[in-house]
């Protein structure tokens, strides 16, 4: 199975989303483009968040300096991103691919982070409540959705908003995985329990 994780924004907690399916299905995990943080990257924090033995973390196939969207981070750095040097990589074991901000970031003057995504992929929205939130959930969807892909899951994360919840999950059918709340800190054992709260909704997708 592979499991292509984005969010309707940055900062919604695609990482930590990350962090809780590689661990609860012991996955293998590769972010395609890391903009910026590169010594303590996604790939980093997974690392340091997961405890089982199982997992093997690949490498990014493009790595920029700049925090910024990727095409202006390769942009600085003197490259153009070319999806054809984008490569999935090989492996036997489930497979987290986690994107980079919101579905349409653009990687270059043509592709989107959207066009990372393969038929094959399993594809779950990560929403966090903010002012905007919904508007910005049921674009996302609607726009994977007009691509001919499915969204097989949300995961909600941050404070609880009920009405906000039910809203998004009756107006699209989709189902919800599970909700991360607002922990003060994310390490191996919250890791841990979250993967265990969510494994069987992950293993239904």
């Known amino acids: 199975m592979k499991i292509f994780i984005t969010g309707i924004s940055t900062d919604v907690g695609k990482t930590i989303t990350s962090a809780i ?15 910026g943080d590169l010594d303590n990257s996604d790939s980093h924090k997974i690392k340091a968040r997961i405890s089982n033995s199982k997992t093997k973390i690949f490498e990014n196939s493009y790595k920029l300096n700049t925090p910024a969207s990727p095409h202006l981070a390769a ?26 901000g919101g579905i349409f970031v653009p990687l270059n003057e043509k ?19 903010y002012l905007g939130s919904i508007n910005h959930t049921l674009l996302t969807i609607e726009a994977i959705q007009n691509r001919g892909f499915q969204v097989h899951g949300i995961i909600f994360s941050g404070s609880e908003n009920k009405s906000t919840e039910s809203l998004i999950l009756n107006k699209t059918g989709i189902k919800c995985i599970g909700r991360i709340e ?24």
Not at 21 to 35: F, G, I, N, S, T
Not at 183 to 205: C, G, M, S, T, W
């Open 21 to 35: 399916v590689v661990e609860a299905l012991e996955a293998d995990y590769w972010k395609p483009v890391q903009a």
């Open 111 to 129: 592709n989107t982070i959207a066009d990372l995504i393969q038929p094959d992929y399993k594809i779950i929205v990560v929403s966090r409540h």
């Open 182 to 205: 607002e922990e003060p800190y994310f390490d191996q054992n919250v890791i841990k329990e979250y993967a265990d709260l969510f494994r069987e909704n992950l293993l239904k997708l």
């Open 75 to 100: 942009e600085i750095d003197g490259i153009t991103i070319n999806l054809e040097e984008i490569r999935e990589p090989n492996t036997e074991n489930n497979l987290v691919i986690e994107g980079a």
